[in-house]
């Protein structure tokens, strides 16, 4: 009994791994991270981006359907790579003339204009108590070092404190301990 509820855990774990999208990578001096946002999304909505795409017919990939990796080369943003998950945990590169007219990669961001935020410390999520008393997670913050960009040329480079907050705090958030992640 142990062992087939065993293989039925890690069945659903494959599965559920087969739907989770992969975060853009930056590949900063060679060392890459994974950040929260895409530049290509500056180029196009998330909507057009997964109809340019093709679609896996055998299963459903991740939401997002697509990684990009970046990468800061001197003081311009290049897109070495766009790829596209399948149920298999692997990624097939997108052909970049489907979204850019061009015959190959390395590409010259040079339509993004925003931030990309490299984590520098793990996110401490701000938890507070409802009416009712029950914890609920209002947000999170974390140290970054923050790249910013016009035209996909780097012009400012800071450490900041990133903060994303789904609700307004309420008085009762002091006593709730955070988690971090």
Known sequence: MHYFCLSLLLCFSAVSLAAVDQADQFIIDGVPHDVDS???????AADEIRLKLPQPSHC???????????????????L???????????AARVDPQLLFSEK???????????????????KDYKHCLTDEGSDETIGYSYLAM??????????KQSEQIVTENWQRPRNNCADVPTARV
């Not at 895409?38 to 196009?44: D, F, I, N």
């Not at 990939?61 to 697509?66: H, L, R, V």
């Not at 923050?146 to 012009?155: D, N, P, S």
């Open 60 to 78: 459903k990939a991740g939401q997002k359907g697509y990684q990009g990796i970046w990468e800061l080369k001197g003081q311009q943003l290049f």
């Open 146 to 155: 923050v790249y910013e960009f016009i035209a996909g040329k780097l012009v």
């Open 80 to 90: 070495n790579t766009l790829q596209q998950p399948d149920c298999n945990n692997s």
């Open 38 to 44: 895409s530049p290509l999304e500056k180029l196009y």
């Open 104 to 122: 190959q990669y390395p590409l010259k961001a040079q339509w993004f204009t925003g931030a990309i935020k490299v984590p520098l410390t793990d």
